[in-house]
C-alpha cells in the first residue's frame, strides 16, 4: 500500500522510508538492505554521483542478489574519485561481499557479528530468454573471473565469520563504529 501524502503533513509522514534516505543521504551516508537490484544500484549510483566532496558512508545490512547486479555496483562505487568507506552487518552473500570490495584500503568494516556466505555461480543471471549451452557455459566463466578478481580468489561455498573474513582479506577490521 502507498501513503498518500497529505497537505499540510510532514513529508515524512507520507513515505518514512524514503524521507529516511533522503536525510541519510545528505549526510553522503548509503543504505543498502536487502535484495540488491538494479533499482537499488540506480538509486545508491545517482547518490553516489551527486555527493559533495566528502566522502560516502556505505551501510550493508543482509545483502544479498545477482551477481551481475553486484559487479555493476562494484564498478561505479570503485571508480569514484573518492572511494567509500564501507560498513556491514548480518549476513551478505557472494553479491553484498563483491559490493564491499569496492571501498577505500582500509575502510572495509564488519559489525561483530557479521558473515559473509560465499556461493558458487552455477548459472547465467539476467537472461529474458533461454540462451544456448555454450552461451551460457561463456557466461558463467566470465562472471566466475570477474567474482574471483573482486572477491581475491576467496573460495566458494563458504560461511566466514568477521574474523575470519578479515583474516582472508575480504574486510579491513571489525568494529562496533557504525560511522
Do not use: W
Amino acid at each position: 500500500m502507498q501513503l498518500q501524502s497529505v497537505p499540510g503533513e510532514p513529508p515524512e509522514a507520507s513515505d518514512p522510508r524514503q524521507f529516511l534516505l533522503e536525510q541519510l543521504g545528505r549526510r553522503g551516508i548509503v543504505l543498502i538492505s536487502g535484495l540488491l537490484d538494479d533499482s537499488t544500484v540506480a538509486r545508491v549510483t545517482a547518490q553516489a554521483l551527486t555527493t559533495a566532496d566528502d566522502r560516502l558512508t556505505v551501510h550493508l545490512a543482509n545483502v544479498s542478489g545477482p551477481v551481475r547486479v553486484a559487479l555493476a555496483l562494484h564498478d561505479v562505487l570503485a571508480s569514484l574519485e573518492q572511494r567509500p568507506s564501507i560498513v556491514a552487518s548480518g549476513g551478505l552473500d557472494t553479491a553484498g561481499a563483491i559490493v564491499l570490495q569496492s571501498a577505500a584500503p582500509g575502510e572495509r568494516t564488519l559489525t561483530p557479528t557479521a558473515r559473509i556466505h560465499l556461493t558458487k555461480v552455477r548459472e547465467p543471471e539476467g537472461f529474458d530468454q533461454p540462451i544456448d549451452v555454450e552461451a551460457a557455459a561463456q557466461e558463467i566463466e566470465i562472471v566466475r573471473r570477474q567474482v574471483a578478481d573482486a572477491l581475491g580468489r576467496a573460495p566458494a561455498g563458504e560461511i566466514l565469520g568477521a574474523e575470519e573474513a578479515v583474516a582472508r582479506g575480504l574486510a579491513d577490521r571489525i568494529s562496533l563504529q557504525m560511522k
